[in-house]
Every structure is written in structure tokens, then in C-alpha cells.
């Protein structure tokens, strides 16, 4: 007898990041994107950018093209491929709010007030200021995740009761209905590094960061890149060593550098050893300058030929389509909906 082994299909994942800034920051390549990167090549990947989630709360439509946009040059010039990779935006794929409404339908009115984040976001500004978009924000989320029968869902633990109810209603509907979704897992990665504010290394690095300085855009001229790196806070002491508790601002330094050149954190302490704060500054602005650069010029290259990226999100929005369909389908026929003919194929 042969025996033929079929070589086992990746597993699927699937992650998105919400178009909330008008660039990327250092921080989120290294926490989030780099991951994504790497992912591609053992996974079956689908990133994409959840526009229909960004209008959930306030928002202004010039501003959420030109983010969607920055968005996503960013991602393809940080590495994300469009053809190894299924990378579109969300709305271009109907299927996500067609499934968001099906799964509207069987979630609970309790079960969905019971999510922190909406609590969070209303307790803050009132109840008459949440929109039933924001209520409706974690099933819609459910349908992005459960169209593409996704197994893995790589997201940060703010993200955890999300994936919980994804998962109940993945099995509500395969009970009530018939096997239809797969049931994703629950993958709460930990940042890979988490990086800290450059001029208030207790806070993360963040767009709105008390002072820019503290925060490198991936979009800004290198040269300011490299002047907020040599103008980090510092600690007290003169010795390079990796100690968040005691040396925060010279550890963060020391995990950005690790981070873009992928020495170990071990392996600069030696090479800086006996060696001064300013000496670490000036070869990781050199590293910074040297990563941010080529990023920055594909970005731009990427957004000065509109027609091309809109290709490439086309590209993506249709291989995602060829999956989100026959996904939908299924959900339609289950819960008794009428085929629709089109009237050219009956005449
Ligand atoms: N809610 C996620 C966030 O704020 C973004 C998101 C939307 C998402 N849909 C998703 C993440 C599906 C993973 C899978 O970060």
C-alpha cells in the first residue's frame, strides 16, 4: 500500500486594527504589526482594517479616509503582503455587516450590556451619547471573526470578553442551526514588547503621549526620529543595564533596540558596558533612522499612487469576499431566508 501524506492546512488567523491615528507610532510596529508580519508565513492570515467599527463612536469622514488610507500603506510597507496575506478593508466586504446583523438577532439585549467596554465608553460619556452602532460593536466584531471560519484570533487581552462572546455565539448558532462555524480560540497574545513613552517611560508609547517627543510617528522626518531618541528621558545613574524598576527610560531604550536589530537584551548590555547613556542615544538613532527611513519612503511611494493601493485593497477585498460568501450563504439558507435568483440567470 502507499501511504501519501497531505502536508496539514495552515491554520487561520485573522486580526484587525481600528484606523484611530493619522500614522503608526514606533510602539505599535513593535507591539502589533511586526507580529502580524511574522504570522504570515505560518498562517493562513487575514488582516484587515475595521472601518465600519471606527464609526462607532464620534468621527469625521475626511479624516477616516485619509487614516483608512495611511493605515493601510503603513501595514503593506511594514511588510503585510497582499498576496501571501488576504489584507483588505471591512467595509468593502458587505458579508461583515449582513453577518453582524444575523448575529444582532441572537444575542441577548442583557448579554450584550454586559460587555465592559461598552460600559466603559458609556459610563464616560453618558448613555445618550453611545449610538447603537457602539452596542452593536462586538457582534459586528463576531462576524468579522466567524466569516472567514477563523482558528486563531491574535489580539491584545482588552480584547478577551470579545472573543468570549464570538465564541458563544459560534456555538449558539451551530446548535440552533446546524455545524456551520468554526469556533475560534481565544489567543491572547501578550505584547510582544511593550514600548514606553520616550519622555515619560512609565506610560505607554501612545499617539496622544503628554508631549510628542515622547512618541515616534513612523510618518515624521526621520531627523525628528532620531532627535526625540537622543533627547529621551534618562535615569539617574551612568551604568546601561536592563531594569525596568529602577532605569525605565534607559530599559525602554534598550527594548526599541533589541526590537530593530534583534541582538538580545543581554548581548547590548555587554556591548555598552562601561559605556555612557549618550553612546546608547546615538547608535539607536542611528538604528531608528535606518528602520524608519525605507518604511516611510514605501509609505509615501504607496499613497502617491492612490490608484495602485486601491488595487491592492481591491485584490484583498475580493479574496476575502470568495471566502465571506460562502459563509454567508450558509448562515442565510440555515435561518430560512430565500434564495435570491438573479434575474438574468432565469430569463
Ligand atoms: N476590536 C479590535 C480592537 O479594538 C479591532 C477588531 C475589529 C478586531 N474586528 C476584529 C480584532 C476582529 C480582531 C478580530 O483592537
Known amino acids: ?18 484606523p ?14 511586526r507580529n502580524w508580519v511574522d504570522m504570515q508565513a505560518e498562517y493562513d492570515a487575514v488582516f484587515f482594517i475595521p472601518d465600519l467599527h471606527a464609526i462607532t463612536v464620534d468621527f469625521d469622514p475626511t479624516e477616516l479616509a485619509k487614516r483608512t488610507r495611511i493605515v493601510a500603506a503603513q501595514y503593506i510597507a511594514a511588510g503585510i503582503d ?17 453577518l453582524a446583523w444575523a448575529l ?5 439585549f442583557g448579554e450584550a450590556s454586559r460587555m465592559t467596554q461598552f460600559k466603559d465608553k458609556t459610563q464616560k460619556s453618558g448613555a445618550d451619547a453611545a449610538t447603537l452602532g457602539l452596542f452593536a460593536y462586538p457582534t459586528l466584531m463576531a462576524a468579522d471573526i466567524l466569516l472567514y471560519q477563523t482558528d486563531l484570533v491574535p489580539v ?28 475560534p480560540e481565544a489567543t491572547i497574545v501578550k505584547e510582544r514588547a511593550k514600548i514606553y513613552d520616550l519622555q515619560n517611560p512609565s506610560a505607554k508609547m501612545s499617539k496622544t503621549g503628554e508631549s510628542p517627543n515622547g512618541t515616534i510617528q513612523l510618518l515624521e522626518d526621520p531627523k525628528i526620529a532620531a532627535k526625540r531618541i537622543k533627547s ?3 535615569d539617574a545613574g551612568t551604568e546601561i543595564r536592563f531594569d525596568p524598576e529602577e532605569k525605565p527610560g534607559v530599559s525602554n531604550l534598550l527594548t526599541i533596540y533589541s526590537s530593530l536589530t534583534g541582538k ?16 546608547l542615544k546615538v547608535d539607536l538613532a542611528d538604528v531608528v533612522v535606518d528602520f524608519v527611513t525605507p518604511l516611510r519612503d514605501r509609505t509615501h511611494e504607496l499613497m502617491a499612487d492612490p490608484a495602485e493601493l486601491d488595487r491592492l485593497l481591491a485584490h484583498g477585498a475580493e479574496r476575502a469576499r470568495e471566502i465571506a460568501s460562502v459563509t454567508l450563504a450558509q448562515v442565510y439558507e440555515r435561518m430560512g431566508f430565500l434564495p ?5 440567470g432565469v430569463r
Request: net charge neutral.
Open 232 to 234: 529621551a528621558v534618562t
Open 156 to 183: 491584545g487581552e482588552d480584547q478577551r470578553q470579545h472573543l468570549e462572546l464570538t465564541r458563544n455565539l459560534a456555538q449558539r448558532f451551530n446548535t440552533r442551526f446546524g455545524a456551520t462555524f468554526t469556533v
Open 340 to 344: 435570491s435568483f438573479s434575474l438574468a
Open 20 to 33: 484611530t491615528a493619522d500614522s503608526l507610532h514606533l510602539g505599535n510596529y513593535i507591539g502589533a504589526v
Open 82 to 98: 497582499p498576496d501571501k496575506s488576504i489584507f483588505f478593508v471591512q467595509s468593502h466586504v458587505p458579508e461583515h455587516a449582513q
Open 104 to 108: 444582532n438577532c441572537i444575542t441577548g
Open 264 to 279: 538580545s537584551v543581554v548581548e547590548l548590555e555587554s556591548e555598552y558596558q562601561g559605556k555612557m547613556y549618550g553612546h
Open 1 to 18: 500500500m502507499t501511504s501519501s501524506t497531505t502536508p496539514a492546512a495552515k491554520k487561520r488567523i485573522l486580526s484587525g486594527a481600528k
